[in-house]
């Protein structure tokens, strides 16, 4: 069985060629991107050695269908999803900034609040929280899209006064961060989720907004299950993670964090193929749809032969 561990295409007219983390993209006569979600998979800022089949399609799939789920609240940079590992769509300019919204007190806000802080991005937190408590309202919490490095936390006022983003623009990019959080929350509830928090990305094309990237998948989203959250919650148990978190744990019991002088564990074909079963597991618990695994006998000529024939159809 083959999975997408790189790819190394030349299509007409492309004009250029990134590589991410987890995504190879071809940029198409400096107009469209199409982009190849890789089975690279990343943990504690390192890619490791092996690919997971279908992860990248589990991921791609995700992503195009909350994108037309949401297509109603904000027009997105896709044009086509000519294959289950390969979505098409527009270069947008992008704002410098992610839009990270939360709902609960978790992850890094969580661990600012333990460290004393009450203001995580400019907004203001109350006392007496627990970690992965609801917050009495969804907060934005945004941060610099860093092209080397981390990105950092950074406040609405201080996005506004070094002249980051607009304000006019700023105002509708946090109105669409919400209705979209609304909507991802409302889809979450009806498959017994609970959306914790995610991030969304925006870019222009002359003077129209659009959501581009994806949005509610796993690795972009941290979501609980809703079935017995109450009970953790006033118990202090660590709450039931929907998320590549299960990955993360394996790497910690086998004593790789990303440190340096620390290797990575035997990547056993047991191992590939249980993360594997996970992201699908993943993909039906959050779209509530039976995965269909795309063929995968000759993966890469099937990624190529899709692009091409949907680049023909621009």
Partial sequence: MDAIKETHFQFP????FYKGKVRDVYTIANKYLAMVVTDRISAFDVVLPEPIPYKGQVLNQIAAKFLKDTSDIVPNW?????DPSVTIGRICDPFKVEMVIRGYLAGHAAREYAAGRREVCGEKLPEGLK????????????TTKASVGHDEDISREQILAKGIVSVEDYTQLE?????LYQRGTEIAAERGLILVDTKYEFGK?????????????????RYFYRDGYEER????EPQKQLSKEFVRKWLIENGFQGKEGQ????????????????????FEQITGEKFIKGDNG??????????NTALRNL
């Fill in 205 to 221: 094309v002359g003077e129209k907004i659009y959501l581009i990237d994806e949005i509610h998948t796993p690795d972009s989203s």
């Fill in 13 to 16: 007219n492309q004009t250029g």
């Fill in 298 to 307: 000759q993966v890469l000529k099937r990624v190529e032969g899709s692009i």
């Fill in 263 to 282: 290797v990575v564990p035997e990547m056993t074909p047991e191992i590939v193929a249980s993360i594997s079963d996970r992201y699908i597991e993943l």
């Fill in 233 to 236: 919650q006033k118990n202090g």
């Fill in 78 to 82: 896709v044009v086509t999803v000519p």
């Fill in 175 to 179: 109105k669409y961060t919400k209705a």
């Fill in 131 to 142: 970690e992965n408590d609801k917050l009495p309202e969804p907060i934005i919490t945004p």
